[in-house]
């Protein structure tokens, strides 16, 4: 199995970078506009990505798994890429100076591959997004997101 990893640090309170990431509202700010569902234990969250024209690119669909308020959220994904049935998105989140850490992982994927490389990349943006929503209010969800290649 092969994990993404990423860590950020967000200069606000730990309770607003959980907002951020445990709610579909938050979620919505800094991932993708198209964010619905149950954000609590068992709940499940869909998820979709379109062009700033409108088209379609792609869908999935989490479980939420973990919510442990002010510390950590795990989603299992349940529908979308193939290559993300099965996996688990991490946020655990600590305190560190005037920082909310944010450590992010994606993990077991089965094998490396390009569309590892893709999502690793796309990732790191949309921690930065998440920073932004965070710090300034104004994240860069899709269809507004950083367009890193031809696959977006």
Not at 14 to 31: E, F, K, L, M, N
Not at 33 to 38: D, L, M, N, S, V
Request: proline share 5%.
């Amino acid at each position: 199995m092969v994990d993404i990893i990423h860590k950020v640090g967000i200069r606000a309170p730990v309770s607003r970078v959980y907002d951020a990431v445990a709610t579909t509202q938050g979620v919505a700010g800094w991932w993708s506009e198209e964010t619905t569902g149950a954000s609590e234990p068992g709940g499940r969250i869909d998820i979709a990505f379109r062009t700033p024209a409108g088209d379609m690119l792609g869908e999935m669909g989490m479980r939420v798994t973990r919510l442990a308020p002010d510390s950590e959220v795990r989603w299992r994904f349940e529908s979308g890429p193939q290559e993300w049935i099965g996996t688990d998105a991490v946020f655990k989140l600590s305190r560190d100076g005037g920082h909310t850490i944010v450590l992010f992982s994606h993990l077991n994927w089965r094998e490396q591959v390009e569309f590892m490389a893709h999502c690793s990349t796309k990732w790191a943006t949309f921690m930065m997004s998440l920073k932004d929503f965070v710090e300034t209010g104004k994240g860069r969800p899709a269809p507004h997101d950083v367009k890193i290649d031809n696959w977006n």
